[in-house]
């Protein structure tokens, strides 16, 4: 089982940056990929974006690409969401999420919605981003 802690959350103006730290322990971090998720009051959970285990590869949903970019320091187990030019819809709860499985995925295709079977979860950090 893999714990998860996200912190990086906040408050910031349209147009700002934040960077999102998931700390993770339990499992060896290099040996599975990443993901995560949001989830806007009243909405369903969204995909923002996934990491295979070795960092070389990822995948990001049409609504952040371009803005968002994630990444893993193995060595910190550690995963990263740092979030530029933010908008007031990325307003949102968002949680970090580690795979089932080990060494499971490398390509960016297996990282996309649906294919990765994420089943750990953070307790997720708050993002409100203000027009």
């Known amino acids: 089982q893999v714990q998860l802690v996200e912190s990086g959350g906040g408050l910031v103006q349209a147009g700002g940056s934040l960077r999102l730290s998931c700390a993770a322990s339990?499992?060896?971090?290099?040996?599975?990929?990443m993901g995560w998720f949001r989830q806007a009051p009243g909405k369903e959970q969204e995909f923002v974006a996934a990491?295979?285990?070795?960092?070389?590869?990822?995948y990001y949903a049409d609504s952040v690409k371009g803005r968002f970019t994630i990444s893993r320091d193995n060595a910190k187990s550690t995963l990263y969401l740092q979030m530029n030019s933010l908008k007031p819809e990325d307003t949102a709860v968002y949680y970090c999420?580690?795979?089932?499985?080990?060494?499971?995925?490398?390509?960016?295709?297996?990282?996309?919605?649906?294919?990765?079977?994420?089943?750990?979860w953070g307790q997720g950090t708050q993002v409100t981003v203000s027009s």
């Open positions: 999420a580690a795979d089932r499985l080990t060494y499971d995925v490398e390509n960016p295709g297996e990282l996309a919605p649906g294919r990765v079977d994420f089943g750990s």
């Open positions: 339990g499992r060896t971090f290099s040996t599975y990929a």
């Open positions: 990491i295979s285990w070795s960092g070389g590869s990822t």
